[in-house]
């Protein structure tokens, strides 16, 4: 398997996944700033010029949420992803669309009028708006981890991996993380040995590709 992305973006949920589950791949470094993520190479690969995206044969995945939900079903040994059809399934998915569309989109909004968006479409008047939204996201992710170590209880799941990705995400961006739970959470998850090994990985390979 082959993971198209960059460090530190959302492809480091495809690859901690991969390191959860014990799949072996290959990191692809995309250079933005470059412009490789417009070149006619990569639009092959993700019409869209974003990451991640994995390429597993035949099979190319362009979103992060279905790529971990691929990865967890191909190993279903490791029960990150919870057997189709049960509500442990039900409620592992609630989470990760959660993650997707809840949780993350306040961040995406203030990335994208920072710095993604094309300076004339920016708006950031904004910012207050999307700010709010997230501490809205924040008190009902609180109110659904509850006490438990992970999102679906006792079981550490993709869900978390989405989850935790998209709280450090929100620290980088400057934005409080007050509900105490939470901030455990996320210690727990960031000190996953899987998370480590895939951030290492992915630097390694910006490295190699930027002596070549």
């Known amino acids: 398997?082959?993971?198209?992305g960059v460090p530190q973006s959302r492809s480091t949920r495809v690859t901690w996944m991969m390191e959860e589950v014990g799949q072996d791949y290959e990191f692809d470094p995309i250079d933005f700033y470059a412009g490789e993520n417009r070149s006619e190479q990569y639009l092959a690969v993700n019409p869209s010029g974003k990451v991640p995206a994995l390429q597993d044969g035949d099979l190319v995945l362009l979103e992060s949420g279905a790529i971990v939900t691929y990865l967890g079903d191909k190993h279903?040994?490791?029960?990150?992803?919870?057997k189709a059809g049960t509500q442990d399934r039900a409620r592992h998915d609630q989470w990760c669309y959660f993650a997707l569309t809840e949780l993350e989109q306040p961040l995406w909004t203030l990335g994208k009028h920072r710095f993604a968006l094309p300076e004339e479409h920016r708006v950031p008047a904004i910012f207050d708006c999307a700010a709010w939204e997230?501490?809205?996201a924040l008190k009902l992710l609180s109110g659904g981890l509850g006490d438990n170590p992970y999102i679906?209880?006792?079981q550490f799941s993709a869900a978390d991996i989405?989850?935790?990705h998209t709280l450090n995400w929100g620290?980088?961006?400057?934005q409080p993380l007050e509900f105490d739970n939470l901030?455990?959470?996320?210690d727990r998850l960031n000190e996953r040995p899987a998370l480590a090994r895939a951030r290492a990985k992915e630097e390694a390979a910006k490295e190699r590709k930027a002596k070549d």
Do not use: D, E, I
Not at 1 to 4: A, G
Not at 76 to 82: K, Q
Not at 171 to 174: E, G, I, L, Q, R
């Open 1 to 4: 398997m082959k993971v198209f």
């Open 76 to 82: 279903p040994h490791s029960g990150l992803v919870p």
């Open 134 to 136: 997230y501490q809205k």
């Open 152 to 154: 679906l209880g006792s």
């Open 162 to 164: 989405l989850l935790g």
């Open 171 to 174: 620290v980088s961006f400057n």
């Open 183 to 186: 901030a455990a959470y996320r």
